[in-house]
């Protein structure tokens, strides 16, 4: 059986991590409150829903359902704001070089987000062509630390999940590739991504040699 890989959007391929922490942050202020960039990374990997009832716990607040759906639309749109203004260049360091190897070595990938704006931001950075697959917000019931939605890359990639290597900036994202039984790398800070089994703060980090070295080993 082949060895596939699967990326996250956000915070992994494009730092739009700081766009969704911008605007929870002002719906947040605009309800009379704030949290911070610790409690922030809480929401990393989070689907919507679940991120809005974090940051409503957080607050001490309870909205009626249809005040809860009408604030989730204005973060949306807030944050798509950012979104629109964004192009390829927006794509983080040593992410094309990975992206190109695997393209070169014919070894499928598949994007695994939370998102369900990843097909557009995708579109913005010229990316959609080039993936194998992509499973994101839309195509998922249960949001991570919940394998579900790699499980569905994986598949689509038609490979066995001890085959799947996962790249991932949240610490909900890296519990749900080892619950998976995927390879973890996480992206970020290591005492962040402590339960990941290889971390490294970006893309610049990672030689294609790592790389073949995964595509060589089992988890
Ligand atoms: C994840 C982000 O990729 O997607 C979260 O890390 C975000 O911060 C989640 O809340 C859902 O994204 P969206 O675009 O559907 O609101
Ligand atoms: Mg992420």
């Given at each position: 059986n082949h060895k596939a890989f699967i990326f996250d959007l956000d915070g992994v391929i494009v730092d739009t991590a700081k766009f969704h922490f911008l605007a929870w942050r002002?719906?947040?202020?605009?309800?009379?409150?704030?949290?911070?960039?610790?409690?922030?990374?809480?929401l990393k990997g989070v689907s919507r829903v679940e991120s809005l009832k974090k940051i409503l716990k957080w607050g001490n607040m309870e909205l009626s359902e249809e005040e809860f759906n009408r604030q989730m639309a204005l973060k949306n749109e807030n944050y798509l704001s950012y979104v629109e203004e964004m192009d390829d260049a927006e794509i983080l360091p040593g992410v094309p070089k990975v992206l190109n190897y695997l393209i070169e070595n014919k070894i499928p990938f598949a994007l695994g987000s939370a998102s369900k704006n990843a097909r557009t931001i995708l579109k913005k950075i010229d990316l959609y062509e080039k993936f194998d697959a992509i499973v994101d917000g839309t195509d998922v019931s249960k949001a991570k630390p919940d394998p579900e939605v790699f499980l569905i890359a994986?598949?689509?990639?038609?490979?066995?999940?001890?085959?799947?290597?996962?790249?991932?900036?949240?610490?909900?994202?890296?519990?749900?590739?080892?619950?998976g039984k995927m390879t973890s790398i996480g992206i970020g800070d290591e005492k962040v991504l402590n339960e990941a089994d290889y971390v490294f703060t970006d893309f610049t980090e990672i030689e294609i040699e790592f790389i073949e070295k995964l595509l060589r080993n089992q988890k």
């Open positions: 002002k719906l947040a202020n605009d309800l009379g409150f704030d949290f911070t960039e610790e409690q922030n990374e809480q994986a598949e689509k990639l038609n490979a066995e999940p001890h085959n799947c290597v996962v790249f991932e900036d949240s610490v909900a994202g890296v519990q749900a590739a080892n619950i």
